[in-house]
């Protein structure tokens, strides 16, 4: 049986308000949030944005979201997790204060917003499972303690992973820094000497301090280096690259094995939004505002991960008439976390696609 996957159609420069109604209207037709009871903790997956970075899901979406689950009596909050480079985002008290600044208060979202601190034994939740990668999956403890979640994606682009949606949502963002760090394990990248110019962008940018030159090029610590591929975005010289065909193309499903493990408890439990607007290259991860590979699109509403995803990556490719996503990121297999998440019985890869 196919999935179905609710789709709004929205415009570039279709005001936020309009885009409200809308969205009301997704929740109000889909009924992807009915299975939320009353008194029921309710985790709202985030990502708060980089700072500097404009591609996030707006307050005042996320807002009616919270509006709809309290008038089920429920207890709505939202959450991310810290990540693995330095900057806003690296700690909770910085998290939080930049989550405020994109616009993330409760006033503003009607409900509470948490960053678990994951340094802290107490906050991780170790999941036993038997996986491709994954024996033990470890993620913060909120996401595991809340009755049900749902996941509030931007669709983009990403270096690592061909595309973002609802699977990456959940898979990296809800893991701790110590399952991120083993997602993107085996993938530290070298350096194409005749295309270094000696400009430092790669060293600017690295998290972990791992790149230096050596003498007149940039040269990469393999025994620093983090994964997090942040260099490969800020060379523009073709001076970075990594071994597809070792670590980096297992990143995908050791993130779908997260993913599996995040919504090990909650089985009917969950929905998921995918908003297809402003969808960018690369990851919202990054502090730039990057410009759009294609017109906005909407916003979809299901029930499946899976299929949510494979139809914010068919609508994408549609919109562009070629594989956009392939083509931007040519070593990466998009498809490749989807089939992995089918192959694990996360959802669908066939869907119904209703226009509301």
């Known amino acids: 049986m196919k999935s179905k996957v609710y789709l709004a159609r929205v415009v570039e420069l279709q005001s936020r308000e309009s885009v409200v109604l809308k969205l009301q209207e997704l929740i109000k037709t889909s009924r992807v949030l009915e299975f939320i009871g ?19 899901v707006r307050s005042e979406y996320v807002r009616l979201i919270s509006q709809e689950i309290l008038a089920k009596k429920a207890k709505p909050f939202l959450c991310d997790t810290n990540t693995l480079y330095s900057g806003k985002r690296t700690n909770s008290k910085d998290h939080l204060a930049l989550a405020y600044e994109h616009g993330f208060n409760p006033e503003n979202v009607l409900a509470k917003v948490i960053i678990p601190d994951d340094t802290i034994k107490k906050n991780v939740q170790q999941i036993k499972q038997e996986t491709k990668y994954v024996k033990i999956a470890k993620i913060a403890k909120i996401f595991w303690d809340a009755d049900s979640i749902v996941g509030i994606a931007h669709f983009k682009g990403h270096i690592m992973t061909g595309f973002g949606g609802a699977l990456k949502n959940l898979g990296m963002g809800c893991a701790t820094r110590e399952g991120k760090l083993f997602q993107h394990s085996d993938i530290a990248p070298y350096v194409v000497t005749k295309n270094c110019t000696a400009c430092k962008a790669c060293i600017v940018v690295c998290p972990a301090q791992a790149i230096a030159l050596k003498p007149d090029k940039a040269f990469v610590d393999s025994a620093k280096c983090i994964g997090c591929a942040s260099c490969l975005a800020a060379c523009k010289f073709h001076a970075i690259d990594v071994k597809w065909d070792s670590g980096g193309d297992f990143i995908q499903e050791r993130m779908i094995d997260y993913t599996r493990a995040v919504l090990s408890n909650k089985k009917g439990k969950a929905a998921f939004f995918n908003f297809c607007l402003k969808i960018t290259q690369e990851c919202d991860c990054l502090a730039k505002d990057d410009p759009r590979i294609v017109p906005d699109i909407g916003i979809l509403a299901s029930s499946d991960p899976v299929a949510i995803d494979k139809a914010g990556f068919d609508l994408v490719n549609m919109s562009a008439g070629k594989d956009i996503l392939k083509e931007l990121h040519p070593e990466r297999d998009s498809a490749k976390q989807l089939n992995y998440a089918f192959e694990l019985g996360l959802g669908n890869l066939d869907y119904e696609l209703i226009e509301v």
Request: aromatic residues 10%.
């Open 38 to 56: 009353r008194d029921q903790s309710v985790v709202l997956k985030m990502h708060f944005g980089e700072e500097g970075n404009t591609g996030y």
